[in-house]
């Protein structure tokens, strides 16, 4: 079975990408296949809009329509999370924002890791130790959240010259998971999915203009097409699909979601890369990196 990472860049606009310096995402546009056109959900706020990323449903479907810290789920949801354990998968969370602990039931999370944001260096702090775990437990699915973004263009407003600063640190962030995955043999088997729940216009996401409505999706891993403008309308509903294909794993029979198959080269097409192994002496560690090297202390719970 392959491994996934799912990345998201909460209030990432997509043209902002272009009116900053972001050579991690860049890259991975380069090597990988992108849209930037990939539709939110409606309200598009941050809860709502990661249980659609995480049940394939609409909000209407799912239930969450607020960003509530007891949210009242819909029996009807199944949250990738589960899925994957169902289907005996070892799975890590990684975020800043305590409200998405709700995204996952007790008993469907093997590591998770809370640390809130309060300035630029506490995102560089989970983005090491996101990336620490992986290269040490080497999860089969890893969801990372990366709130900085959000944050900044709520207080400056969003493309102002600290939120398109606060993309560049973003950009930062994610340049410690993508150098930590090419220290791997084959980057250990892993895919990367890097998208956003919504964008943002002023200091707000609440119309529906495109500057709030359209989202970025990148996909990258060594079963994607390299420089691939996704051409297929996408949603957010699309994102879980998407991840059990490449986990090869069938998707929930209540997702409403398909997989954006186009991305991925024909062997994915037929689910027939086996799981990859792991082997500890595939990873030398960098020096130049020793924050990597992860130690389950105070934060952890597993």
Request: glycine share 8%; net charge negative; hydrophobic share 40%.
């Amino acid at each position: 079975m392959n491994k996934a990472i799912l990345v998201s860049i909460d209030g990432l606009r997509s043209d902002a990408i272009k009116n900053a310096r972001t050579p991690m995402l860049d890259y991975l546009i380069k090597k990988g296949a992108y849209s930037g056109a990939v539709k939110t959900v409606t309200p598009s706020i941050t809860l709502p809009s990661h249980f659609s990323m995480f049940t394939s449903l609409n909000p209407y479907s799912h239930g969450v329509l607020t960003n509530t810290a007891l949210p009242d789920i819909s029996a009807l949801s199944q949250s990738l999370y589960a899925h994957i354990k169902q289907h005996a998968g070892v799975v890590s969370s990684f975020y800043s924002w305590e409200h998405l602990r709700n995204l996952s039931l007790p008993g469907t999370l093997d590591h998770t890791f809370m640390h809130r944001l309060y300035q630029e260096k506490d995102l560089i702090t989970l983005a090491k130790a996101a990336i620490g775990h992986i290269i040490t437990h080497c999860p089969d699915f890893c969801f990372i959240y990366f709130e900085w973004l959000d944050l900044i263009g709520h207080e400056s407003g969003w493309m102002s010259g600290p939120y398109l600063k606060a993309l560049e640190l973003t950009d930062q962030a994610l340049e410690l998971i993508v150098d930590g995955l090419n220290q791997f043999s084959d980057r250990g088997g892993y895919h990367l999915i890097v998208t956003s729940d919504h964008g943002g216009k002023e200091h707000h996401h609440l119309e529906n203009v495109p500057e709030i409505t359209n989202v970025p999706l990148i996909v990258w891993g060594r079963d994607v097409r390299e420089n691939h403008w996704i051409e297929s309308p996408v949603s957010l509903l699309d994102i879980s699909p998407t991840i059990s294909k490449i986990l090869g794993i069938p998707p929930h029979f209540a997702w409403e979601g398909k997989p954006v198959s186009e991305v991925f080269i024909a062997g994915l097409e037929n689910n027939s890369i086996p799981r990859v192994a792991w082997d500890n002496s595939l990873f030398t560690p960098d020096s130049s990196h020793p924050e990597w090297i992860a130690n389950d202390g105070p934060g952890w719970k597993g």
